[in-house]
């Protein structure tokens, strides 16, 4: 038996669609959903939000562009003035 190792895959860009929640009646009718915005995704994180079809539109264009770049999302802390509380920001990086 030969040990193989796991196949990793990197993290993609990607767009997610939100959807406005369904009533019983909706779900039992079979309607379908409305679309509430559009996520562009990279690794499971919400990088940024659209709404509406030029939205949808962008959001994907950008999602081909970075991807091939291979391009990674920037940190959302780059310094200490970013931070929400710079004090516990830089306790945190010093220790």
């Known amino acids: 038996m ?14 997610r669609t939100r959807y406005h929640a369904q009533t019983k009646a909706e779900k039992l009718r079979k309607d379908e959903p409305i679309p509430k915005d559009y996520q562009l995704v990279y690794g499971g994180t919400v990088q940024a939000t659209r709404r509406g079809t030029d939205g949808e539109r962008s959001l994907r264009e950008m999602a081909s562009f970075l991807n091939r770049k291979k391009l990674l999302p920037r940190d959302r802390i780059e310094c200490a003035a970013d931070a929400p509380n710079p004090q516990k920001y830089l306790e945190k990086i010093s220790s």
């Open 2 to 15: 030969t040990e193989e190792l796991p196949i990793t895959l990197q993290p993609r860009w990607s767009v």
